[in-house]
């Protein structure tokens, strides 16, 4: 579910990164599920991980769903323009790679 509005936000926000995806047959499922499930533990170093966290667990009433979708689609924006130039495999494994690892 939350991949899936990860998806339509981007569709909303960076209708031409969500082209460009699609373009590519790059899925949200293939690189957005990971990001859900693991909650970005795996792409990012522990210490902005227990900030983040920190900060989910302080919005109340659904508000750590809401934020982690904004979290995951601050980052797509923040590297659009990368990603636009990219084609499935560079993509792909950008997808795959850590987070800290690109900022």
Partial sequence: RMVM???E???????????????????FIQFAFKWMNCLLLREFNLS???????????EGDGGFEDF????????LCQFS???????F???????????CVCV
């Fill in 9 to 27: 936000l981007i569709k909303r926000i960076d209708k031409d990164l969500a082209l460009h995806f699609e373009q590519t047959g790059i899925q």
């Fill in 81 to 87: 323009g990368q990603l636009k130039g990219m084609e």
């Fill in 89 to 99: 495999d560079e993509l792909f494994q950008f997808m795959q790679v850590s987070v």
């Fill in 48 to 58: 902005s991980v227990m900030r983040l966290w920190d900060t989910y667990l302080s």
């Fill in 5 to 7: 509005r990860l998806e």
């Fill in 68 to 75: 982690h979708v904004y979290v995951c689609a601050a980052f």
